[in-house]
């Protein structure tokens, strides 16, 4: 079954060091690949996507992820961390554009000063 | 440009008593339209969905229900709230030519 796996439920980084998500998703085909960032009570807000052609996309705030098929992952990524980039990230994927969207469980960004 | 509107932000309720939950949406016709909810320390889970008018699927039985009564409304409820009900609910839209989903506020569902 189609699956996204974060295998980090929770990563405390310092303001300024780089950051790193791991997603992982689980489908022979390609997928549509997201990043959502949700911040404390609020709703989810579309950080980046994925869809074909260049692996490496760029997104708001500064962030960047690389698909990677050998690996079947699709990593955020951001050279240093501002304080504001705590809160909780969430990896999607679709295969399709049908409904059947997964998002993976989430991991939590602490970022201490 | 498409905006998703959805109220109230937080809602305490006692148990037993019911709940509606609105979500609407502007700047675009017939879209999809998703409820998620998300528990404590949990991920999303996928509630109801709705490709049009008075079509709803549910994805997971449970105590709540949706309807559609427009084409950019969709509507979350409940006739007797049970204490399992708290959560963080969310309700979608999704382009089908963007394939990705753009999340209303969403609602802080507390059950006492």
Known sequence: AQSVT????????SEGASLELRCNYSY???PYLFWYVQSPGQGLQLLLKYFSGDTLVQGIKG????????????NLRKPSVHWSDAAEYFCASTWNTGNQFYFG???SLTVIP | SQTIHQWPATLV???GSPLSLECTVEGTSNPNLYWYRQAAGRGLQLLFYSVGIGQISSEVPQNLSASRPQDRQFILSSKK?????????????????????TFGSGTRLTVV
């Not at chain 1, 962030?63 to 699709?74: G, L, P, T």
């Open chain 1, 63 to 74: 962030f960047e992820a690389e698909f990677k098929r050998s690996q079947s992952s699709f």
């Open chain 1, 6 to 13: 974060q295998p980090d439920i929770h990563i405390t980084v």
């Open chain 2, 13 to 15: 309720q006692p148990v």
């Open chain 1, 28 to 30: 022979g085909a390609t």
């Open chain 2, 81 to 101: 709230l049970l204490l399992s009900d708290s959560g963080f609910y969310l309700c979608a839209w999704r382009d089908s030519q963007y394939y990705g989903y």
């Open chain 1, 105 to 107: 469980t989430g991991t």
